[in-house]
């Protein structure tokens, strides 16, 4: 079984800054990659940012040059850092790991809501 503890998520205005952590635990050997998904109301789940086992990175056009994803190896765990944040990126992040073959999990989400 594989853990997801997402933290971080919250209020605030449009251009602010936000953290998000995502510390895995239990069975996470073979990790392919780990990353963070966003689900806005009425609209479909989709790649945020991720990041692989090698350390190469992705990031959604929307995001790019404002949102970083970084990970600490030794804690299992993976951040976002949210900079210029618009009333648009208002949804539920969660933070995926990802085992290939072996299996995808999901933590259950933290909210991010930016004001205008």
């Known amino acids: 079984q594989v853990q997801l503890v997402e933290s971080g998520g919250g209020l605030v205005q449009a251009g602010g800054s936000l953290r998000l952590s995502c510390a895995a635990s239990?069975?996470?050997?073979?990790?392919?990659?780990m990353g963070w998904y966003r689900q806005a109301p009425g609209k479909q789940r989709e790649l945020v940012a991720r990041?692989?086992?090698?350390?190469?990175?992705d990031y959604a056009d929307s995001v790019k040059g404002r949102f970083t994803i970084s990970r600490d190896n030794a804690k299992n765990t993976v951040y976002l850092q949210m900079n210029s944040l618009k009333p648009e990126d208002t949804a539920v992040y969660h933070c995926?790991?990802?085992?290939?073959?072996?299996?995808?999990?999901w933590g259950q989400g933290t909210q991010v809501t930016v004001s205008s």
């Open positions: 995926n790991l990802n085992r290939g073959v072996v299996g995808n999990y």
């Open positions: 239990g069975s996470i050997l073979g990790i392919t990659a």
């Open positions: 990041i692989t086992s090698g350390g190469s990175t």
